[in-house]
């Protein structure tokens, strides 16, 4: 049987990257909006705008397509905090300017702490068997790492610093304040989402862990 045209299958593999686009960021509204549970593949074909059956074809069942949405939400941040350019840096910056990506990325992008919030819900068992997931973290933690490996030997960190554990502290100062900002807001009677509070919170995540870092 003769090959297809260069042109022909080019155009044809488009089409597959920008259904499967279009599935993805569907399928991650779904799933922000009503978890693994509630979420329904007849919804998720609506709102694509595509035949149901396309979403079985390429992603086989709704367990399948959740964990690609999950890769697809570490994807993207991991392509943002790239591009920080972080080791650019002096290691103080390096390490406020993480701190306030991370915030602003999860302040732009609520479905992502949704989606985390299913997929705890889960025990994270879509991501366990993902290698896609790990080996786009190795890099993020490599290059803190390297930020705190310069800044102890200019003297101006503390050594001894684990860079999964700094980062886990970075990412949970603020998804448990957003997260859980409705219920803080209703117990403390503040609204902890005002632009005022926001720039309050931020600066306090900042003088926590360079509070932590920098030697006296």
Request: a neutral charge.
């Amino acid at each position: 049987m003769p090959r297809a045209p260069a042109p022909v299958a080019e155009e044809r593999l488009r089409d597959a990257e920008r259904s499967q686009a279009t599935i993805l960021s569907a399928a991650r509204d779904e799933f922000a909006e009503s978890g693994l549970g509630g979420a329904r593949m007849d919804r998720i074909a609506e709102r694509a705008g595509l035949n149901k059956r396309l979403i079985y074809y390429y992603f086989e069942d709704k367990e399948k397509l959740f964990q690609a949405v999950l890769e697809q939400a570490y994807v993207d941040i991991r392509e943002q905090e790239r591009s920080l350019n972080l080791l650019a840096m002096k290691p103080a910056d390096a390490v406020r300017r993480l701190i306030e990506f991370t915030w602003n990325y999860y302040l732009d992008h609520p479905e992502f702490i949704t989606l985390l919030n299913s997929a705890n819900l889960h025990r994270a068992r879509h991501l366990e068997g993902s290698e896609r997931v790990r080996e786009m973290n190795s890099p993020l933690i490599a290059t803190l790492g390297e930020v705190l490996e310069r800044g102890r030997k200019d003297g101006s960190f503390r050594g001894g610093v684990d860079p999964v554990q700094l980062y886990v502290s970075i990412a949970g100062l603020s998804y448990f304040y957003l997260s859980n900002n409705h219920t803080l807001s209703a117990i403390f009677g503040r609204d902890l989402l005002s632009a005022k509070a926001r720039n309050e919170r931020v600066a306090h995540m900042c003088d926590v862990i360079l509070g932590y870092l920098i030697r006296d």
